[in-house]
């Protein structure tokens, strides 16, 4: 296998835990230091194509074949699911939901992980101090 099919691999048995427990539970738990962590580990990750490829080296992969317009489109759906369900929570705990909401327009999951790692620590804070 090569590098990049290991990571390929690599992703989808990461995801597994958290697949199965919405499966079989209906939730997982919402831990902002597990979303911190991700977020961190997915930024430095990206890190390495961004200085590779440069900011816009995405795009050669999502406009050369129907496949990537494809995954491109895929991902443009999932995070605006994703702020459909996360923004309201974030209004609610007082975030900046334009500045976020921004940040995850211009760069998808490298500040959707961020945010939601913020949203859990407000939302945590906000229960301690209840």
């Given at each position: 296998?090569?590098?990049?099919?290991?990571?390929?691999?690599?992703?989808?048995?990461?995801?597994?835990?958290?697949?199965?427990?919405?499966?079989?539970?209906?939730?997982?738990?919402?831990?902002?230091?597990?979303?911190?962590?991700?977020?961190?580990?997915?930024?430095?990750?990206?890190?390495?194509?961004?200085?590779?490829?440069?900011?816009l080296?995405?795009?050669?992969?999502h406009?050369?074949?129907?496949?990537?317009?494809?995954?491109?489109?895929?991902?443009?759906?999932?995070?605006?699911?994703a702020?459909?369900?996360?923004?309201?929570?974030?209004?609610?705990?007082?975030?900046?939901?334009?500045?976020?909401?921004?940040?995850?327009g211009?760069?998808?999951?490298?500040?959707?992980?961020?945010?939601?790692?913020?949203?859990?620590?407000?939302?945590?804070?906000?229960?301690?101090?209840?």
């Amino acid at each position: 296998m090569t590098m990049l099919e290991i990571l390929f691999v690599l992703g989808a048995v990461g995801a597994l835990p958290a697949v199965l427990l919405l499966a079989l539970r209906g939730r997982v738990q919402e831990s902002w230091s597990m979303a911190a962590v991700l977020a961190a580990g997915f930024i430095i990750f990206s890190a390495f194509p961004i200085v590779q490829d440069g900011v816009l080296g995405f795009l050669p992969n999502h406009t050369q074949d129907l496949w990537g317009t494809q995954v491109w489109y895929d991902l443009v759906i999932v995070v605006v699911v994703a702020l459909v369900f996360i923004v309201p929570r974030a209004r609610a705990v007082g975030m900046n939901v334009p500045l976020w909401v921004l940040a995850v327009g211009m760069t998808a999951s490298i500040s959707l992980l961020p945010m939601v790692a913020r949203l859990f620590w407000l939302e945590k804070r906000a229960r301690a101090e209840a």
